[in-house]
């Protein structure tokens, strides 16, 4: 027995100690046989391996023997494992390796699309920028409005989008739809977005090829993602020229929530600044909820909801007839609730959105004496499952329904329209080199009202011609079921109108400096076209189409702490559509637009103080005095516009706040 | 008989685990030198890649990631271009995420944490400086509150202030007393082993000479 065991503890001893050692050596390179250094090689499970040095080269002894694994990471590249038989003295082994798509070599979609983000290194704009751009006064879609492609049209509401109309750009806010993102029309005044920029943490800006996941928007749509739980407890407030508001944020540690409450009245603003055409100065009432939830590690619900009353009143003239003077008074009700849970599975390779909105709108207006009202209630769901198994592909698939209930009055006459709308959308997001990447993607809508269905395909190609620059091409079908004004007749049985995008964009990026040119068609087919000398009645017999260049350039380096950016568009456009007698183009658009904007910090009162300066050329406009066949062949003035102001970051009620004076 | 198998059967076993420890402290060891006393990107690549290693063997270890992590944190302040440099801190992030699921709740790690975020910071300071500073400041508040005796969380909550405008609640005046702690913490400190974080001493004295002038 002692016998045994001595051997069985010798034995053991030897193990630990006495093995054979095996020499390791090699070479890592990448495929062109270039070196790779500092790269990690060991064997897995053990203390053993090294680092290869300048020339890529590496050698290291191990007391493993057998087989083993070998791996080998390196900044930059796609770490391997390698078996390998240990069972000389010496061992050659030379690795290829690959380089690992990162986020800032990688090529991207860019045609049509300006991305800001806080997270993300390789977008054209950063969220801070909305709050800071002179004229845009913490308005989105003022801060927009600077960059090519769009165009300022002061009366009107909605975001005019390379030759489009306001109606035919959608907001989305995290992955939702959103019905009335302004407050309520008001003859010959643009009115403010009802959401607060400093809610977001990222954007997306498509002027045209956007993604399958979206549709119902011809021209553009803006897509617009919350912020997360909320940083830290706070309270505050805050009383300026046009009305008050309190808020308290409350965060536990998977939990954060807000409420709060402002009241606007513009009296003492128009008084001061003589702004005489209001016979009752808007006035505003508005509540707000946000509450975030984490539900897991990877999980994260939203919620959020908004309640506000509007009431208004304005003088206003026509146009061709300026002695002749309208009153216009109006009293909008808005809910809207907008909730959604994310979901990241298993090392997120998978991951489930589900979302969920609502939202309720009555408008009850005068003009003069005739009473005008409508009431717009709508509902979204929306499920989408993304799966990244393989590193390189990015699936999506998904559905949509969404139920329209409108009904709208007008004197004595009234119109109700119902809506089912069912939508369904694929896409690939494909990196098939480090040079290439494509984006496919398909959608599917049904709309219960107009009983037609629409396919889109959608496609987008990024390749990368040199280190810093690129060229991305997209193209894509675009459906949007016509303006309710029109839904209101509906003797005719509409299709959907709808639009073809041609995009070529050049992009070229490098130390803080972004340079990007644009080219793009844009073919309008089956628009609203009225049925000549029958009131009412349309069909779908309108054509049109835009084109132009959009230039871009930012630069935040040349002037040591400035930061500007110059947007240049040209567009060529016109339509046959609606009430148009003749071809022309249409009453939005401009030829040429130019915004400048520039922000310079001064660190001695820790502000940011830049200007913004736009200009539009003129638009044309139809002069009822002139025979039918000069239709929209008078033009506006050109559209002149500077903004100044400094934004102050300070600390109030022990919140970081922006103070903003234009 | 079984008695004296017993034993030397667990002799045996410890003597392997001792011959494992003490060629982890030696690695360790070995790493730390390389790290302290290099400043050249090359050496501090080596020691990460050393720290790596060593975690991937002895996986229930926080120190090797930490260290690991230090290493990237350090190799970014030494890249010259931007872009690049991100990508050594996702790095850093990356080996002190191991090493905070190793170490829950470890007052040392949340240091590491904030050093991390005041890497980020200083890539872009303009923008990401108004993102972080509120996070970072609570970060190293939470490190003070898992280990008061820790003098690195004063250090470098002490230097957030120093960089951060008054106006953001930071300044000279709010970060000297605790610049002030961190030196009396760091008198009587005393590491728990020889491997254990035992760093950032002389940046506190350079940091008391520059300001308290």
């Given amino acids: 027995m002692k016998k045994i065991l001595i051997l069985f503890v010798l034995i053991t001893i030897a193990s630990i100690t006495c093995n054979a050692q095996t020499t390791i050596t090699g070479k890592i390179i990448t495929k062109k046989g270039e070196p790779v250094m500092f790269a990690n090689i060991a064997i897995k499970g053990s203390f053993d391996g090294t680092s290869s040095n300048l020339d890529g080269e590496f050698s290291f002894i191990t007391s493993k023997n057998g087989e083993q694994i070998i791996m080998v990471s390196c900044i930059g590249y796609q770490a391997i494992e390698k078996a390998i038989l240990l069972n000389e003295p010496i061992v050659q082994l030379d690795i290829i390796l690959k380089p690992s798509v990162s986020e800032i070599d990688a090529v991207y979609i860019t045609a049509g699309a300006f991305e800001a983000s806080e997270e993300k290194r390789t977008v054209n704009m950063k969220s801070t920028d909305i709050g800071t751009t002179a004229g845009a006064l913490g308005n989105i879609i003022g801060a927009i409005e600077t960059l090519p492609g769009t165009q ?17 750009s959608k907001i989305i806010i995290d992955e939702m739809v959103v019905l009335n993102p302004y407050y309520s029309p008001v003859p010959d005044i643009k009115q403010r977005g009802r959401f607060d920029p400093f809610m977001f943490s990222g954007m997306i800006f498509s002027s045209g090829g956007y993604s399958a996941l979206y549709g119902q928007a011809l021209s553009s749509t803006l897509i617009l993602k919350s912020k997360g739980l909320a940083d ?35 009296q003492p603003y128009h008084y001061l600044f003589n702004i005489d055409k209001y016979n009752k100065s808007t ?72 979302g969920f909105s609502y939202s309720k709108d009555k408008d009850n207006a005068y003009l003069d004496t005739i009473n005008m009202s409508e009431d717009e209630e709508m509902m979204q769901s929306k499920i989408m499952v993304t799966n990244n198994s393989l590193s390189d592909v990015t699936i999506k698939a998904g559905g949509e329904i969404q139920s329209f209930d409108v009904s709208g009055k007008m004197d004595n006459s009234e119109g109700v329209i119902e809506d089912l709308f069912c939508a369904g959308f694929f896409e690939v997001d494909w990196i098939i080199s480090q040079k290439l ?87 309008y087919n089956d628009l609203i076209k009225d049925i000549p000398d029958v009131q009412n009645t349309y069909n779908n017999s309108g054509t049109g189409y835009a084109r132009g260049i959009d230039i871009f350039w930012r630069d935040e380096k040349t002037i040591p702490l400035a930061d500007f950016w110059i947007s240049y568009s040209y567009l060529d456009t016109k339509r046959d559509y609606r009430d148009f007698p003749k071809e022309a183009v249409p009453d939005f658009a401009a030829k040429h637009n130019l915004s400048f904007v520039y922000k310079h910090w001064v660190g001695l009162i820790n502000s940011m103080v830049g200007f913004s300066y736009s200009y539009s050329s003129g638009r044309p406009y139809y002069d009822p005095n002139r025979p039918e066949n000069e239709f929209h062949t008078d033009y506006t003035k050109e559209y002149h516009n500077l903004d100044i102001n400094i934004s102050k970051i300070t600390k109030l009620f022990n919140r970081r706040t922006v103070i903003y004076s234009s | ?202 940046y506190a004295k350079k940091m008391f000479v520059k300001y308290s002038k």
């Fill in chain 2, 1 to 202: 008989m079984k008695q004296y198998m017993l034993i030397i059967l667990i002799s045996v076993f410890s003597l392997s685990l001792l011959a494992q420890n003490s060629s982890y402290i030696k690695a360790m060891k070995n790493a730390i030198t390389m790290m302290d006393t290099s400043s050249s990107i090359e050496y501090l690549q080596f020691a990460a890649n050393d720290f790596e290693r060593i975690g991937n063997s002895v996986k229930d270890e926080w120190l090797p990631y930490y260290y690991c992590a230090y290493c990237y944190v350090q190799i970014n302040y030494l890249i010259k271009t931007d872009k690049k440099r991100d990508l050594y801190v996702d790095k850093a992030v990356e080996f002190n995420n191991k090493a905070d699921n190793i170490s829950p709740d470890n007052s040392e790690i949340y240091v590491m944490k904030g050093f991390i975020l005041q890497a980020r910071m200083n890539i872009e300071p303009m923008t990401r400086g108004m993102r972080y500073n509120s996070q970072c400041i609570s970060i190293f508040k939470n490190a003070q509150e898992l280990d008061p005796e820790n003098p690195r969380s004063y250090l470098w909550h002490a230097v957030q202030l120093f960089n951060m405008p008054t106006f953001m609640g930071g300044g000279t005046e709010k970060a000297f007393p605790l610049l002030n702690k961190a030196l009396e913490k760091y008198e009587i400190f005393q590491p728990k082993s020889e491997i254990h974080p035992n760093w950032g001493l002389n």
């Fill in chain 1, 283 to 354: 006035e505003n009432t508005c509540g707000k909820i946000i509450f975030r939830q984490k539900i897991s590690d990877n999980g994260l619900f939203k919620f959020y909801s908004n309640i506000s009353k509007t009431e208004l009143g304005v003088d206003f003239e026509e146009i061709s007839n300026p002695d002749e003077k309208y009153s216009f008074s109006l009293e909008n009700k808005n809910l809207y609730i907008n909730s959604s849970y994310r979901e990241f599975f298993k090392d997120e390779k998978w991951s489930l959105f589900v």
């Fill in chain 1, 152 to 168: 300022t049209v002061g009366e009107s509401n909605g975001l005019f989008v390379r030759g489009g109309s306001g109606s035919e």
């Fill in chain 1, 232 to 266: 830290s407890t706070n309270t505050g407030g805050g009383i300026h020229l046009y009305g008050t508001n309190v808020f308290h944020t409350h965060r536990w540690e998977n939990t954060s929530l807000y409420t709060g409450i402002s009241y606007n009245n513009f």
């Fill in chain 1, 437 to 523: 990447a494509t984006r496919t993607g398909v959608r599917y809508e049904y709309s219960d009202y107009l009983l037609k269905w629409n396919i889109a395909p959608r496609l987008s190609i990024a390749y990368k011609v040199a280190s810093n620059s690129q060229i991305s091409f997209a193209f894509g079908k675009f459906y949007q079921t016509p303006e309710k004004d029109f839904l209101y007749y509906s003797d005719n049985k509409y299709d959907y109108e709808n639009a073809d995008h041609y995009i070529l964009n050049y992009q070229w990026m490098k130390n803080k400096r972004i340079f990007r040119i644009e080219l793009y068609d844009k073919e």
